[in-house]
């Protein structure tokens, strides 16, 4: 079983920046793939970003290419995303993700989740 916290959601201005942050426990944490997706009200959950713990390869969404960055902490268990230049649209609940397998954007190959973190942008 992995535990997975989210946290650093809030209230941004449009053109600002967040850096959400999950914090995993449980079991070993350098197994699993982590993934960021978001849902806003009415749609889909959508995936944006994943990381592989064991080869390093990264994966975005096009949506977020360029202005979001998934980044570890090995030492801490920690997985982060940093959202720059953010858009009213970016407005969502945000999620992190723990799959056994590889980088993909698919949310059903992911097991375990998070609670998820409020992010609002303004306009």
């Known amino acids: 079983q992995v535990q997975l916290v989210e946290s650093g959601g809030g209230l941004v201005q449009a053109g600002g920046s967040l850096r959400l942050s999950c914090a995993a426990s449980?079991?070993?944490?350098?197994?699993?793939?982590m993934g960021w997706f978001r849902q806003a009200p009415g749609k889909e959950r959508e995936f944006l970003a994943g990381?592989?713990?064991?080869?390093?390869?990264?994966l975005y969404a096009d949506s977020v290419k360029g202005r979001f960055t998934i980044s570890r902490a090995n030492a801490k268990n920690t997985v982060y995303l940093q959202m720059n230049s953010l858009k009213p649209e970016d407005t969502a609940v945000y999620y992190c993700?723990?799959?056994?397998?590889?980088?993909?954007?698919?949310?059903?190959?992911?097991?375990?989740w998070g609670q998820g973190t409020q992010v609002t942008v303004s306009s």
């Open positions: 990381i592989s713990w064991s080869t390093g390869r990264i």
């Open positions: 449980g079991r070993t944490f350098s197994r699993y793939t």
């Open positions: 993700a723990a799959d056994s397998g590889s980088v993909v954007p698919d949310l059903y190959e992911y097991d375990y």
